[in-house]
């Protein structure tokens, strides 16, 4: 496994269906080394931290992989990596394998895993495709966010591997499901170290509504 390239932005407004919206979802190929610190990549921004950057979603990872199925499923032959907003296009590296709480080093940069890529309508806006944020969710092909543990920087060609797995193995397809999962596993993610607070919340929610019981 390794990093193929890495990919920062910062925030600008954009004119999508008669709104503005402010953006940092068009990233540009960085061409050189980017330091990784506590809570963000340097030169990169979020227009909205609560969702993106910070210490639970540092850095977005996606495998370079991918692309060639949304080529061929968007019937868009130029989709190059970034053009989902990804810091990080990796290769080797599959969400499916990947757990919360997992470490991984990336050259001299360790990260843990913290939560799949949940789509909004930003990515509609980004890829122009209506009802990308269902076909993104349905793909199973989400990306990872990261946390930095250990600061360095990134280097285009930086080995990646596996340092350890965390023995509570939540997949990443939980957060899709989460609704339905098991309420013994719900409450073993709430108490998971490397959850973000937005995810512990929506936990709290759906626990709450279980024990308040269908509504007369």
């Not at 954009?14 to 963000?40: D, H, M, N, Y």
Request: glycine letters at 8%.
């Amino acid at each position: 496994m390794h990093l193929a390239s890495i990919h920062v932005g910062r925030p600008r407004a954009v004119s999508w269906q008669g709104k503005t919206l402010q953006t940092a979802i068009f990233k540009e190929r960085a061409g050189g080394p980017v330091r990784a610190a506590f809570g963000r990549l340097e030169g990169d921004e979020s227009a909205h931290k609560e969702v993106h950057g910070g210490e639970y979603s540092a850095a977005y990872s996606y495998a370079s992989e991918h692309y060639a199925f949304w080529r061929a499923e968007l019937a868009r032959a130029e989709l190059a990596p970034a053009a989902f907003g990804e810091n990080l296009s990796t290769v080797g590296l599959d969400e499916a394998e990947v757990c919360v709480g997992d470490r991984y080093r990336f050259g001299e940069v360790l990260l843990q895993a913290t939560q799949p890529r949940i789509p909004c309508a930003k990515l509609e806006m980004a890829t122009g495709t209506p009802g990308m944020i269902e076909r993104f969710s349905a793909s199973g092909r989400w990306g990872i966010y990261w946390r930095v543990l250990e600061e360095g920087v990134l280097r285009e060609g930086d080995r990646i591997e596996c340092v350890s797995v965390d023995p509570a193995r939540l997949p990443m397809s939980l957060f899709y499901d989460y609704e339905s999962a098991p309420r013994a596993l719900l409450e073993a993610t709430l108490e998971h170290e490397a959850l973000h607070p937005m995810w512990r919340k929506r936990i709290r929610q759906r626990l709450n509504k279980q024990d308040e019981g269908p509504s007369n």
